[in-house]
């Protein structure tokens, strides 16, 4: 029951304390996630009464490189002030009965068919709680690891190890935990540790895609989560940065040049996401290209689009089907893992799944209508060039283990060949 209070917004822990009185403890943590990897700030505390006497204490603590040149001297404080030492532990020990106890099949199927489907408008945010779970749950091991240190103590196997998997058509979610003798951040000596995984995916039904898609035409922006919204709106043009680096490819701006001066100098183009069952747009992206932008993009209703040279009419239902099944092949192999137990993300499980990918853009470019259909050549031209631009920005865009690899490059060309190479042989035309 616990973990729903989490969910619903109480971040105040309750456990039994001695005499059979509350203590309640806040908690407040702060995770960041950077390229080089994750490091977090927590804080809390705790009031006790205990035969008329009252206790209280504050504890500030955090993991990752920001806060190497300060767990040393936490741990040198700790170990002068054992009786204390032994209280944390207690409680964080308490902490994870609690979590043993509520992290289980009923806790998913309730987030999965209650939570989430109450919640869709911001089901982005309501997924972002299963990994703060997650990493709080990481938190506190790390915490009582070092207590334990603190204790001369180097073994959790006392404590019950979770395992929990649920699946539905809309997501699915495996958290299992095992026990390892690992190194832990801050931990002088290797000790025997409960060492979490996890794996989710999560993707709203069709319906409500539909809806979110629909609210991103009427507020001119990008679906996402709130706080993203800056970002989203960078993405309706490219960077100056970016403009920089494709105009010194003189062929790409050749071809910009080429397509946009059969219409004036300012291509209006009209990508519009059509609803075949029921006959509606179900989204729609006005773009301009030219030789000074490039490319912008704005999601609009089809009614407020000012101008357009050219429409291009997709199938809304292949969109689905291949945003959801990326989103499964993706999101659902990628592994969240301890600090202690790093697994690595990537490698040639994306390669496979780009050129799976490439088979379903491909049916979603050959569903399209042109109008006019004699901008047929133009649209095909421009697909092209969409990614090559693609292509370079995922070979320019490597992470730290990626770097001296050109596997997004790879993947980027792979898929740009698996499409348009194949729609050659065939000879098929973008055209419904």
């Known amino acids: 029951m616990f973990l729903k209070y989490l969910f619903s917004g109480f971040l105040v822990k309750i456990i039994a304390g001695f005499d059979d009185t509350l203590t309640r403890i806040p908690i407040a943590a702060t995770l960041t996630r950077t390229k080089k990897g994750r490091y977090a700030f927590a804080a809390g505390g705790s009031c006790r009464i205990s035969q008329g006497k009252t206790e209280e204490n504050i504890w500030f603590g955090g993991w990752g490189d920001p806060f190497k040149q300060i767990e040393p001297l936490k741990q040198k404080y700790w170990e002068k002030e ?15 009965r609690e979590f043993e106890r509520g992290y289980n099949e009923e806790f998913v199927t309730w987030f999965f068919e209650d939570y989430l489907a109450s919640s869709a408008e911001d089901w ?37 190890l979770i395992d929990v998997e649920y699946e539905t058509e809309y997501g699915s979610l495996h958290f299992w935990e095992e026990m390892k003798t690992a190194k832990i951040p801050g931990v002088k000596e290797p000790m025997t540790v409960i060492t979490p995984y996890m794996k989710v995916w999560v993707f709203p039904s069709k319906e409500f895609f539909k809806y979110d898609l629909e609210q991103s035409m009427i507020n001119h922006e990008f679906p996402g ?22 105009r010194q490819d003189e062929s790409f701006m050749r071809a910009i040049n080429r397509i946009s001066d059969n219409y004036g100098g300012n291509l209006h183009l009209a990508i519009q996401f059509k609803d075949y069952e029921t006959n509606e747009i179900a989204f729609n992206l006005y773009v301009q290209i ?3 932008e490039i490319f912008t993009f704005e999601p609009m209703l089809p009614s407020e689009v000012p101008e357009k040279d050219v429409t291009i009419v997709l199938d809304f239902e292949k969109l689905y089907d291949l945003i959801l099944s990326q989103e499964k092949e993706m999101r659902g192999a990628e592994l969240e893992s301890p600090p202690w137990d790093r697994e690595k993300r990537g490698g040639i499980k994306r390669i496979t799944n780009g050129i799976k990918a490439a088979s379903k853009i491909r049916q979603l470019i050959n569903s399209a209508e042109v109008i006019p259909e004699s901008s047929e050549k133009d649209v095909k031209d421009l697909s092209k060039l969409f990614f090559k631009m693609l292509r370079k920005s995922m070979g320019g865009d490597r992470g730290p283990e990626m770097e001296g690899e050109p596997e997004g490059e790879i993947e980027g060309k792979e898929l ?17």
Not at 128 to 146: K, R, T
Not at 227 to 246: D, F, N, P, V, W
């Open 82 to 96: 054992g009786d204390w030492c032994k209280h944390d532990l207690e409680n964080l020990e308490k902490q994870r």
């Open 124 to 160: 982005e945010q309501s997924v972002s709680g299963i990994f703060e779970l997650y990493w709080n749950n990481v938190d506190n091991i790390m915490q009582m690891a070092h207590r334990m240190q603190c204790l001369g103590q180097d073994d959790m196997t006392k404590f019950n």
């Open 225 to 246: 989560p709130p706080e993203k919204k800056m970002e989203r709106e960078r993405e309706k043009g490219l960077t100056e940065e970016e403009k920089e680096r494709i």
């Open 290 to 292: 030219n030789e000074e």
């Open 416 to 432: 740009e060949e698996e499409i348009f190479e194949k729609r050659s042989i065939t000879g098929e035309i973008i055209k419904s």
